[in-house]
């Protein structure tokens, strides 16, 4: 893999290209509040964006609070995520998470990593998906979209989502780590995508070791 210096210069590359490409991209998850954001990626895992926000609008108008999710009987929150696939894991886990949030955090969704990373459930890759999405710090979030884009474009030789965190964390400039995270998951759902990537239509083309460097 070429040196840290030469992966930054074509990263800056990259992202430029690719802010033409998909202009005002972001999360492709909707959510107002840290907590409706923290419910979203929850109930997203094995599960598509998409899916999820059809189903979390009427959610959140019904749960403002922590508490709210936590109170509710479980069975009723089972039914309402049902289509979101893996319902009742998800309702388990949206209240224990809700539950530690009351009774350590005031019912709020903690900003630093090492208290997120104390919630049940929340690993690295939500955590900084929070952190960058929620709270606009930078981090990067190392879902199967960004962990296989950034290994094509050899960016990352490692195939663990800490080491990819930590190799893309030294050559993404920290003001675009999170506005890097939603380009690269927006291309890897459009053109990089997993079984058989459009190359052929790819404005990263030039920039790829798998076709131009």
Known sequence: MEKADARKV?????IRILKKTYPGVRLALDFNTPLELLV?????????????????????????????????????????????????QKAASIQKCAAALVERFNGEVPRKPEDLLTLPGVGRKTA??????AFGDPAIGVDTHVARVSFRLGLTRQTEPDKIESDLTEVVPRAEQVKFCSLIQRHGREVCVARKPGCETCGLEELCPRTGV
Request: charged share 30%; net charge positive.
């Open 10 to 14: 074509r990263v800056k590359a990259i």
């Open 40 to 88: 979203a990626l929850i109930l997203a895992a094995q599960c598509t964006d998409s899916r999820v926000n059809q189903v979390t609008p009427g959610l959140f108008r019904k749960y403002r609070k922590a508490k709210d999710w936590m109170d509710e009987d479980r069975t009723v929150l089972e039914h309402e995520i049902h289509s979101t696939g893996f319902f009742r």
């Open 128 to 133: 900084n998906i929070l952190r960058g999405n």
